[in-house]
Every structure is written in structure tokens, then in C-alpha cells.
């Protein structure tokens, strides 16, 4: 019997296990699969409600690590981590995206000589200011398997000189949980909850630091998401991090009246009101994913992307954080200047089948 350990830390890790963990299902005589939980979110609303809508099992081990500073964060995990692995000895770790947990738990493997599959390998924004940008490159360049979800990673990981026999272009996971879970997210009762029309309304996220932590930054963006609510309804479920610093900067109270500002909500109703909005707004990584496949206008309010696929051939449009332009840009898109995205290559709803049966076939 073969072990592979999945980490996982954050919301978006969450929902791109889910469909590996079932996927591995086919193959529990030869393979069993350990999920260990880091902890980076943890609340009932960033983490436990994954678990259950997801339907995926309990954590095998759950490391408690909370929030800090990155070097805490990643040094906990890794403290915690090596201990697991040293007990344990799995014959492989998967990683997905590119957050702490996701280099914290590959530097630990590395150095122990356990092989690590980076699942969402090869993106890049291009912006070292990005945390993520610094997990998603080294990660990559201490992983033995990159399975990579649009053609842009490929790329990447050519010109940074990366072996080829190690990358496999496997899909998009996050698209497998949209396209498992479709049968629920249409039977979703949120609309009807929030009292809203399909197709008449906007959704927006935001938790980048570029965009929420710095109080000028945050209080144009609270402008922009007002002036975008005189013409639609604006549904604004707020990621913790967001939350915390409208509170810090007192800007909580300054949202008008035709937004309804909700906690995070569970992926069902979340996607649910994805699909059937108008326009989501956001700078969200999956959510730009997220829209390109279902077809739903999306302004990502970054001056980057590490998935060009979705501007390029999808239905996002990279606007920038100019929150002028975003304003604008709104009012064109809800005045009908809308783009016709097609879905990329192999973002089927197969892509954990393909990247279980590599390792499969490998160990
Ligand atoms: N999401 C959710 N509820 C919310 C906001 C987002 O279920 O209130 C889902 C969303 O559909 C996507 C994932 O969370 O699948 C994206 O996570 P996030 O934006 O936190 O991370 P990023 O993709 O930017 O790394």
C-alpha cells in the first residue's frame, strides 16, 4: 500500500483537494490518501463548511497553525509538518496553489527526500510583491510532479528552465469541484433568500493585501463597489481579512444601502450566486476561473493575472486597480459591452482523474 499526504490550509486549497480525494477512491487498494489541515483558515465559515458541502472526510491531522506573520505561519507548519512526515513516511505530498501551507509543507518533504506533486503548477503573475507569487515559483522548482491547468504554465515553466518530463498538463481541479457539485449549485436556495433576480445583480470579493490592507486603497475600493450599487444590487459576502480592516479603518458603516453585505459564504451559495450574477467583480485567483468556465462577465481589480487563460479566451476582464476605471468599466458591461468567453483546454471536469492516475501509475 502506497500513502500520499494532500495539504491543505486555505479556503481555496479546500475545494481543489475535494475532487483528488475522490478521485483517489478508485485506486484506496493501493493507495491510501491522507489530507493534513494546516490551519491557516480556520473558522467555520473559511474552513469547516469546505469540508462538509465538499463532502470530504475529517482531516487525518489537523495542525492548528492560525494566523501570524508568513515567517510564523510557514515556520509552524513546517515544525509541525516535518513531524508528520518523519511518523508517517508517505510516498509522495500534494500541494496545491500558493499559499504558506502550500511551501511551508513542500520545503519540509524536500529536505526529507519525499517527492511533492504541485497541483495548480506554473502560474505566474509576474509580481514578486505578491506572496503568493514567491509559494507558486518556489514551489515549483522543489516539486517532482507540476501538473499544470492552462497553457500560459507550460510556459512558464519552460522558460524558467524546468525539466519537462516532470510536467504534466492535467486541467483545472477547481473546475472538477464546479462541475461534480452543479447538480447542488443549481438547486441552491440563495437567490430566493437574498431576494434576487438571475442575471440582475452584481456579486463582489475582495481579500488581496494590494487592494484591502492600506486604508487609501480600501476606502476607494468602498467608493467604487457604492458607485457600481446606484445602478445594480450588490451582493459583498466579506473575506475575514477585509472585514477586519473596514473595522480597523472605521469604513464599515460606509456602505450603502443597496449592498448586502454578507459573512463569507459556503461554496454552494457562493457559486450559485456566481453563476447567475450579471457581473462579478473581484480579485479573487479562482474566482476569475470560476467565471471564465460558467460564462458569467468578470472585472478582476488587479494589475495582474497569473491566469492569463481567462481574459485571453475567457469572459474576465483585467482592469486594473485604477477603481476609476473599474466604475467604468462596470457601466459599460452592464450596458451590454460583454465579452463571449470560450472554457480552456481541459477544463473539463477531469482533471483529477488524470493527475490520480499519473501518480497512480508512478508510485
Ligand atoms: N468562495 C466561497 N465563498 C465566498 C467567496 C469565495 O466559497 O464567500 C470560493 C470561490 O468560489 C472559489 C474560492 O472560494 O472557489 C476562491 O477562494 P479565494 O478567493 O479565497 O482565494 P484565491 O482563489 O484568490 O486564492
Known sequence: MKKVISVVGARPNFIKIAPIHKAFQKYSDDIQHLI??????????????????????????????????????????????????????????????????TIAASLVAAKLHIPIAHVESGLRSFDRKMPEEINRVLTDHI??????????????????????????????????????????????????????????????TFHRPSNVD?????????????RISTSRKVVFPIHPRTMNNLKKYRLSDKLNDNIIVLEPIGYIDFLSLTKNAELVVTDSGGIQEETTFLGVQCITVRDNTER????????????????????????????????????????????????????????
Not at 437567490?191 to 440582475?200: Q, V
Not at 492600506?214 to 457604492?226: H, P
Request: aromatic content about 8%; charged content about 25%.
Open 143 to 204: 516539486s517532482d510532479y507540476l501538473f499544470v491547468t492552462e497553457k500560459s504554465g507550460l510556459d512558464n515553466l519552460q522558460i524558467e528552465g524546468i525539466d519537462s518530463s516532470k510536467v504534466y498538463f492535467t486541467g483545472n481541479v477547481m473546475i472538477d469541484s464546479l462541475v461534480n457539485f452543479l447538480p447542488h449549485i443549481n438547486k441552491s436556495e440563495i437567490l430566493k433568500e437574498l431576494g434576487l433576480t438571475k442575471g440582475t445583480y452584481v456579486l463582489a
Open 36 to 101: 493534513c489541515h494546516t490551519g491557516q483558515h480556520f473558522d467555520n465559515k473559511m474552513s469547516k463548511v469546505f469540508f462538509d458541502e465538499l463532502q470530504m472526510p475529517k482531516p487525518d491531522y489537523y495542525l492548528g497553525i492560525g494566523g501570524g506573520s508568513h515567517a510564523q505561519q510557514t515556520a509552524r507548519i513546517m515544525v509541525e509538518f516535518e513531524k508528520i512526515l518523519l511518523d508517517e513516511k508517505p510516498d509522495l505530498i500534494i500541494v496545491p496553489g500558493d499559499v504558506n501551507s
Open 214 to 226: 492600506e486604508q487609501v486603497s480600501l476606502s476607494k475600493l468602498i467608493d467604487a463597489v457604492n
Open 308 to 363: 492569463p487563460s481567462t481574459s485571453e479566451i475567457g469572459t474576465n476582464h483585467m482592469i486594473g486597480t485604477d477603481f476609476d476605471k473599474v466604475v467604468e468599466a462596470s457601466k459599460e458591461i452592464l450596458s451590454g459591452k460583454i465579452k463571449k468567453g470560450k472554457v480552456p483546454e481541459l477544463w473539463d471536469g477531469k482533471a483529477s482523474d488524470r493527475i490520480t492516475e499519473i501518480i497512480y501509475k508512478s508510485l
